[in-house]
């Protein structure tokens, strides 16, 4: 008899098990839910450059609406993802939805684009911020050489990507872990802020609505800005597989979450107020370690390493969540089959997780990461927007799926108009590298053909393929998954 409840098995615990059914184990509770959320939204951008929504917004009145808008837009957003999540019970996120509303093809664009760019590049940019601020503290007040910061920044890829290789239960107890200590830190912010503000310092918010000061033209930058560093509200979904009473955990988990982000970013917001001014604020390089440096002094000097945890989070959590959306193209038919396996003692999608490592490596040493996600970014949205509109078009198509979470037709239509308007403005304000992305997201087209949609490939193909397979399954000692 097969025993379906072994755990899987920790760094440094026995190898030997005993029997076990090789599976993914339902270990995401609603707090470890909650921390992949949390922890993948909250990076550093809120610690270092919260100015995008200010300068685009023009006063300081209209900047805290925009925080509060977009964490309401986004809200809105997660729980069509609530509804998704709860109606089809499988991983992958986005993948998943379109292909499940919009047919394997679409679905496969979105893996593409994912895969050869967004994905290791945006994981890229995370690890450039932990390596240059985990050494900061080390080389201040000297600049960091770049070259140190490249090899932590390898250092730092390489470490979360063997935890997510190890044990689940330790990557969902180290994202708890991390995400207490990024919101320690923003409480250590908040507190003596919101304290000087009962103090009587609120000089910087007099005429804070003034309309003569306010950019109307820029608002809709402000509102893409505030839309970019709420996003990862949607990873929950790309492990359903993997939550526990799924039914429960998706929706509170989301909900929870982004009341605690939107809280937070909004406090946070009013502390750096308290203590600079609009002009000082979009002047600092680091506003965080600036309001520090203000209040705290010495204490400032701490600043960079919680901002180098919270990166590591958002590394742990983006690596989590996306790895089984690679790891449900596999066993989709759209990527090889050996992306499905799990290893037979860990019970981790091992070769799911590491599918992006030699990609990312590469683009970190050789490659122009800004230019590659400035081109890719919008592209996040669009197929967002069409996931959404899918819950819309499965709302028509299949009305008796079961629903156990249901939102008013009205959040998913006006969610889905928000991600096309970005998109939008995304074309509108930098056409050539919207043009360039689309160009890149498009080779995904014949890339379905040549490897997915035609059948009758060369024997030569199939041998290597099977022995590539076969090679790697043996070297990652993993097996396909036991439904």
């Not at 440094?12 to 995401?28: A, F, T």
């Not at 993997?242 to 982000?261: H, K, W, Y």
Request: one cysteine or more; aromatic letters at 14%.
């Amino acid at each position: 008899k097969v025993d379906s409840t072994c755990q899987d098995t920790a760094p440094g615990q026995s190898l030997d098990p005993g029997p076990c059914k090789v599976e993914l184990k339902r270990k995401v509770t609603v707090l470890r839910g909650i921390s992949i959320i949390v922890g993948t939204i909250i990076g550093a951008g809120i610690f270092i450059s919260p100015k995008g929504i200010l300068k685009n917004s023009g006063s300081v009145g209209m900047s805290l609406v925009v925080w509060v808008t977009c964490g309401v837009l986004s809200l809105f957003g997660a729980l069509c993802y609530a509804e998704l999540g709860t109606s089809i019970k499988k991983s992958g996120g986005h993948y998943t939805y379109i292909l499940e509303a919009f047919g394997p093809q679409m679905a496969f664009m979105r893996l593409w684009a994912d895969m050869i760019a967004i994905r290791p590049a945006g994981l890229a940019v995370i690890a450039l911020a932990f390596g240059r601020y985990i050494l900061e503290p080390i080389f201040m007040p000297c600049g960091v050489p770049e070259t140190a910061i490249k090899l932590t920044t390898a250092i730092g890829i390489t470490a979360v990507m063997y935890i997510n290789s190890m044990s689940v239960s330790w990557t969902a107890r180290l994202q708890i872990f991390l995400t207490c200590s990024k919101l320690l830190a923003m409480v250590i912010i908040i507190i003596p802020g919101l304290y000087q503000l009962f103090k009587g310092e609120t000089k910087n918010f007099q005429n804070a609505f003034e309309v003569g000061a306010v950019e109307f033209m820029g608002l809709p930058l402000a509102f893409y800005s505030g839309m970019y560093a709420y996003a990862g509200w949607f990873y929950l979904n790309f492990v359903t597989e993997e939550v526990d009473n799924p039914e429960r955990t998706v929706p509170l988990a989301i909900c929870i979450s982004m009341v605690i982000v939107t809280i937070c970013y909004t406090l946070t917001n009013v502390a750096y107020y308290t203590v600079m001014s609009a002009e000082e604020l979009l002047a600092s390089h680091a506003v965080a370690v600036t309001f520090a440096e203000k209040l705290m002094g010495h204490f400032s000097l701490v600043v960079p390493i919680f901002v180098s945890l919270s990166c590591f989070g958002s590394m742990n959590g983006c690596l989590f969540a996306f790895s089984r959306m690679f790891y449900v193209a596999s066993r989709e038919g759209h990527l090889p089959e050996v992306f499905s396996m799990i290893h037979i003692r860990r019970h981790t999608p091992i070769a799911a997780v590491i599918i992006l490592y030699p990609i990312t490596i590469l683009i970190l040493f050789l490659g122009d990461i800004y230019s590659l996600l400035n081109f890719m970014s919008f592209l996040r949205w669009l197929f967002i927007g069409m996931a959404v509109v899918g819950l819309i078009y499965l709302r028509y198509t299949r009305p008796d799926m079961p629903r156990p979470f249901k939102v008013p037709i009205f959040i998913p239509a006006v969610f889905s108009f928000t991600c096309f308007f970005m998109v939008f403005l995304s074309l509108y304000s930098d056409p050539v590298n919207t043009g360039i992305g689309f160009a890149i997201s498009l080779t995904g087209i014949p890339a379905y053909y040549i490897f997915i949609a035609f059948h009758t490939k060369p024997k030569w193909l199939l041998r290597l393929s099977d022995f590539v397979n076969r090679s790697l399954q043996i070297l990652l000692e993993v097996v396909p998954a036991e439904n």
